[in-house]
RNA sequence: CGGAGUGUAGCGCAGUCUGGUAGCGCACCUGGUUUGGGACCAGGGGGUCGAAGGUUCGAGUCCUUUCACUCCGACCA
């Protein structure tokens, strides 16, 4: 795509209300846009681009899983929470509102009971178990203080997903397999994380583990074993003191974290109370024993910039970047340049690599500031030294400048995207 | 909900104390010059000063009420 007839509004200013990384970038690198109201952004084409393929990550993944994807009403009755009870107790949080005829709806933050309704209405038999249904959409939660930009706000992206199975060892089961399901799409993002221990919270039921993102900017403490794999939220691990030693032997490690996802153990605490039930092989009704797990996609775009910035703006992962290459032209008055870019262009987007062609009229320093900004791991650029045969390779991360003869390019640009 | 702030052009801000023609920087538009680290010159467009009420000859500025947002705290899959 060519930067001059997209929508990027890149910005030298930083904008007065932002103090995490990832809100200031997202913002002036022109990915989101605040709407004015707290806690609600718009995703611009570049956001949306990146939202979209950290999206087709947790997709890919889940699906590789066997979890099927489905898409649940965003408005959800209020009748479905008060037959599980949460319509009392969630409180405050959850955004309620009648239609024409005053029936009672709420934006779901959360979707246990609209999701055991979908299945109750259609799963009779234990023949139809194992199954594992999620969706990617738009969650609400009138959060007391949204912050952070996509960090917390107050709409925002979420994968939930719930799964239904005949016993509790069976869901144990799925529950392991989430859990590896999730390191795969956290490392596929390029993600720094760990696997703790958690509370179960508001959503209930015996078991969870939290994956967090490790960040300074992170809103919970966690305690880390950097010999093994160990972790723990604060908030299950009470009685830790400074100096502790892991299971393993060595020292334990207070830091913080970032919520990126949340996998429970439910047991029957939903299917029971919405009375949704199947015949086991005995011909008795019988409730789910369900599992519940969540990933925050949205919150996912923050997490990254988070792990991955430094002082000039966003280092997006490969997986994650909104293009795969930036392609800048130094002096689009060059008409050599112009020629060599316009070439590359088409040959890398012949191979299905996706380009920013950075063909703006504007100087040098500004196309690498923006450059810097918006964060591409992978940057060409065609200028001044066109004249003697050469271009220049541009890493992201570290700023990494290197270059190579033209007729060396095309191999080894390649060679260097993976394709 | 407690504490502290802020609302003036798309963004960042000054002006408010001491009432008297609505300002600056960035961004944007036109023309020209410029092109390896956020260019320059000239011209230009854009505002119910968060809202409502009041005082006054006159209110961005003073008074009252109200709304919104930000930060700290409590809260939070």
């Known amino acids: 795509m060519k930067f001059s007839q997209l929508l990027i509004p890149t910005t030298k200013e930083t904008p007065n209300d932002a103090t995490l990384a990832s809100h200031i970038y997202l913002i002036r690198g022109g990915f989101i846009q605040s709407v004015g109201d707290s806690g609600l952004y718009n995703y611009l084409p570049l956001g949306k681009k990146v939202l979209d393929r950290v999206r087709q990550v947790v997709k890919e993944e889940l699906d590789k899983a066997g979890c099927q994807e489905v898409s649940l009403s965003f408005v959800t009755p209020t009748a479905l929470w008060r037959e599980s009870g949460r319509a009392d107790e969630y409180g405050k949080e959850l955004l309620r509102f009648k239609d024409r005829k005053e029936n009672d709806y709420l934006l779901s933050p959360t979707n246990e009971e609209a999701m055991v309704n979908l299945v109750r209405q259609s799963v009779k038999s234990y023949k139809q178990l194992p199954l594992n249904l999620y969706q990617i959409n738009l969650k609400f939660r009138d959060e007391i203080r949204p912050r952070f930009g996509l960090m917390r706000g107050r709409e ?3 994968k939930d997903g719930y799964s239904f199975h005949v016993s509790f060892e069976d869901m144990q089961r799925e529950f392991a397999l989430m859990e590896e399901t999730y390191k795969r799409i956290f490392t596929r993002l390029g993600l720094n994380f760990r696997v703790v221990d958690a509370d179960s919270g508001q959503i209930g039921g015996s078991g969870s583990k939290e994956f967090m993102l490790l960040a300074d900017s992170g809103e919970d403490d966690i305690i880390v074993c950097d010999a093994c794999e160990y972790g723990a939220n604060i908030e299950v691990a009470e009685d830790f003191k400074v100096g502790d030693l892991c299971a393993c032997g060595a020292p334990l490690r207070l830091t913080k974290g970032i919520e990126a996802g949340h996998i429970f153990q439910l047991g029957t605490k939903y299917s029971a109370s919405l009375n949704a039930t199947f015949l086991n ?49 130094s002096n689009i008055k060059d008409e050599a340049q112009v020629a060599l870019a316009e070439e590359l262009y088409e040959a890398l987007r012949a191979k299905g690599v996706d380009v920013l062609l950075d063909d703006r009229k504007d100087r040098f320093g500004a196309k690498m500031k923006d450059y810097e900004l918006l964060g591409v791991p992978h940057g060409v650029v065609i200028g001044k030294n066109l004249a003697e045969g050469r271009v220049e390779l541009l890493q992201r991360a570290g700023m990494i400048k290197e270059e190579v003869a033209v007729e060396e390019l095309i191999a080894t640009l390649f060679a260097r995207l993976g394709v």
């Open 156 to 158: 925002f992206l979420m």
């Open 281 to 329: 092989e005995q011909g008795k009704a019988q409730a789910y024993e369900m599992g519940t797990y969540g990933i925050g996609v949205s919150r996912l775009l923050a997490g990254i910039i988070e792990q991955n910035h430094d002082e000039r703006g966003c280092i997006w992962t490969d997986s994650s970047s909104p293009f795969d290459l930036h392609l800048i032209v």
